[in-house]
């Protein structure tokens, strides 16, 4: 099992980081896992996420899920967020952009993206790579957040996640 965490490299190094796992399941199961919000439950190396509040599979490019997250430093504490499928290209990649509703109701976006893109390197193993990219965060939000708003190891945490669920299946 090999694991990695990158910044990206050059001017845009504080814009997005990346960590890679080969894990030990087909590419067709790892991209089933991804694609069903309940198990985010689960992968998330932080413990914010709490449940999936949508618990349909994700199937199609604008499908919007969203979670219930937790966090000490969040004013509410419990909130929710919504993410907006961006890239569903099955097995290989499964992308989201993550945002909320404001007080009126309406869905915002942040600017930042989780990624996944696989690559099958045999019948049951697969290199997985994790992206998390803020590049298009505006200022507004730059100006309370700091990003990226955990440490690098919770990427590899998140793959190690993902590693011990694939591979049970």
Do not use: C
Not at 17 to 26: F, G, I, K, P, S
Not at 77 to 100: C, D, F, H, M
Request: a negative charge.
């Amino acid at each position: 099992m090999t694991k990695s965490v990158h910044t990206a490299a050059g001017e845009e190094a504080s814009e997005n980081v990346h960590a890679e796992l080969t894990v030990d399941a087909a590419a067709a199961t790892v991209f089933a896992v991804l694609a069903d919000p309940t198990a985010h439950v689960a992968i998330d190396g932080t413990g914010w996420v709490k449940e999936a509040a949508d618990r349909l599979p994700l199937t199609a490019v604008g499908q919007l899920f969203a979670m219930d997250m937790y966090h000490p430093n969040h004013p509410d504490g419990n909130y929710q967020v919504v993410n907006k499928v961006q890239v569903l290209e099955p097995p290989r990649a499964i992308g989201w952009l993550t945002g909320s509703r404001n007080d009126s109701g309406d869905l915002e976006f942040g600017g930042w993206t989780w990624r996944y893109d696989l690559v099958p390197l045999g019948p049951s193993e697969t290199a997985v790579t994790l992206t998390y990219d803020w590049s298009a965060v505006p200022e507004r939000i730059r100006e309370y957040i700091q990003f990226p708003p955990f440490g690098p190891e919770h990427l590899i945490d998140s793959l190690d996640h993902l590693a011990g669920l694939v591979s049970g299946r």
